[in-house]
């Protein structure tokens, strides 16, 4: 059984147009978490929920929204993609998001053209 | 915030030789470090972690200590094998969220 499940794992698209990630945990966790990983792999966190309220979001542009249906899901929406959105997208789920390693899905890769 | 520097970026090891992976951190009021193994292709996976109240964790190969005075914490990788090879990263926990370091690619050669 997959703890942290992203879908999709790849995604190609064109400039302008707009994507959705979708991810789910069934670890039962209360905070889960959007980060970027960019081509020299540093991990950088874009939002944070904590059983559906926003915690952080950080400076990321207008054009991410991200989605909490229930604690269990975390969408993230990418309105006009850029070329600079190219990257790897990783949903992460944890405890209490201060005191508890994270459980990190395998990623979204996205590439735009 | 918290800022997390990890050293080295790059390391490459013969197989069997020792591995060490160091990291400060900024914010005194951080309790808790986790490190974690990324392998190509694959999101980053929790190795082992420590707290502030703890100087010295060990796992079987891997080790952690942490130096509260100081600010710093290292990855102790003994007797690596091939499969160690992968990107790990160290982090703090920051404010709400984790904070990485930068990521040290892993290098073991046989």
């Known amino acids: 059984d997959t703890a942290v499940s992203q879908t999709p794992k790849y995604l190609v698209t064109q400039m302008g147009n707009d994507k959705s990630i979708k991810c789910e945990q069934n670890?039962?966790?209360?905070?889960m978490y959007w980060y970027k990983q960019d081509s020299k792999k540093f991990l950088k966190i874009m939002f944070s929920y904590n059983n559906k309220e926003l915690i952080i979001n950080e400076t990321v542009p207008n054009r991410f929204s991200p989605k909490s249906p229930d604690k269990a899901h975390l969408n993230l929406h990418i309105n006009s993609l850029e070329l600079g959105d190219s990257a790897v997208y990783f949903c992460?789920?944890?405890?209490?998001?201060?005191?508890?390693?994270?459980?990190f899905g395998s990623g979204t890769r996205l590439t735009v053209v | 915030g918290e800022n997390v520097e990890q050293h080295p970026s790059t390391l490459s090891v013969q197989e069997g030789d020792s591995a060490v992976i160091k990291c400060t951190y900024s914010d005194s009021a951080s309790n808790y470090f986790p490190w974690y193994k990324q392998e190509l292709g694959k999101g980053p996976q929790l190795i082992i972690d420590?707290?502030?109240?703890?100087g010295e964790k060990k796992d079987q190969r891997i080790a952690v200590t942490l130096n509260k005075t100081a600010k710093h914490f290292s990855l102790h990788i003994t007797e690596t094998q091939p499969e160690d090879s992968a990107v790990y990263f160290c982090?703090?926990?920051?404010?709400?969220?984790?904070?990485f370091g930068k990521g040290t690619t892993l290098s073991v050669s046989s």
């Open positions: 992460a789920s944890s405890q209490d998001g201060r005191n508890y390693g994270y459980t």
């Open positions: 982090a703090a926990n920051g404010g709400t969220a984790l904070i």
């Open positions: 670890l039962g966790h209360d905070t």
């Open positions: 420590i707290r502030s109240n703890v």
